[in-house]
């Protein structure tokens, strides 16, 4: 509902829309609330920083290495005969070290077992 009052003493205050200043203190609330959610959001920003780059440092290493090993491991194996001894040497050894690491794997598992249950 809107009510226009007009008054022209010098003792009160001239409102030309009393539904629209009902309005302007919500307005600003709201807009408080919403600046301290930006703040608390740039604080956070601000003190995990560190924590991200450190994580992205440790992240970046691992993918180097991780993706250097495999890719020289790929191109020397396609760069060698299809059917040599090397060729033959390289597929056998990860095959055992494949199975080795998974045997190994089920050990560490069966043991942690057994620590729980005793």
Not at 27 to 35: R, T, W
């Amino acid at each position: 509902m809107n009510q226009k009052v007009v008054n022209k003493t010098a003792d009160e205050v001239t409102v030309e829309n009393v539904t629209e200043t009902v309005k302007k203190p919500k307005i600003a609330l709201v807009g408080m609330k919403n600046g301290a959610i930006a703040a608390r959001q740039a604080v956070s920003k601000i003190a995990s920083a560190p924590a991200r780059l450190f994580d992205s440092g440790v992240y970046g290493a691992c993918y180097g290495i991780s993706y250097g090993t495999v890719f020289t491991s790929l191109a020397i194996v396609k760069m060698l005969p299809a059917n040599s001894l090397v060729t033959k040497g390289f597929h056998d050894g990860a095959k055992v070290a494949r199975k080795d690491f998974k045997a190994r794997q089920e050990k560490q598992v069966t043991v942690e077992d057994s620590k729980v249950i005793n």
